[in-house]
């Protein structure tokens, strides 16, 4: 299995940017698609961004779409979520995710990902 470290969270003013990294140890990193999630307070997690294990293919939720950037770079291990002009409502416990299998990057539920970070959380003021 793979364990997943998250950093970079942090508070930040409504506009401003942070990067979340995601450090992955274990198994080839390179094998699997990887996710980014996000839960606010008494509200269900919820998918931000996914990535194919070669990075090739990401996919964006609409309320985060051109305004954060999934990436990442197999030879250090580590997937990152590049936030910019944060507001209010980004706030949340950001988690990153994990699975194999084919057609990977196509996961978009909780569920269906294995392998989880402890996550970071996120706080934008207004």
């Known amino acids: 299995q793979v364990q997943l470290v998250e950093s970079g969270g942090g508070l930040v003013q409504t506009g401003g940017s942070l990067r979340l990294s995601c450090a992955a140890s274990?198994?080839?990193?390179?094998?699997?698609?990887m996710a980014w999630f996000r839960q606010a307070p008494e509200k269900e997690r919820e998918i931000v961004a996914t990535?194919?294990?070669?990075?090739?293919?990401?996919y964006y939720a609409d309320s985060v779409k051109g305004r954060f950037t999934i990436s990442r770079d197999n030879a250090k291990n580590t997937v990152y979520l590049q936030m910019n002009g944060l507001n209010p409502e980004d706030t949340a416990i950001y988690y990153c995710?994990?699975?194999?299998?084919?057609?990977?990057?196509?996961?978009?539920?909780?569920?269906?990902?294995?392998?989880w970070g402890q996550g970071t959380q996120v706080t934008v003021s207004s």
């Open positions: 274990g198994r080839t990193f390179s094998n699997y698609a």
């Open positions: 990535i194919s294990a070669g990075g090739g293919i990401t």
């Open positions: 995710a994990a699975r194999t299998g084919p057609r990977s990057w196509l996961a978009r539920q909780e569920y269906e990902y294995p392998y």
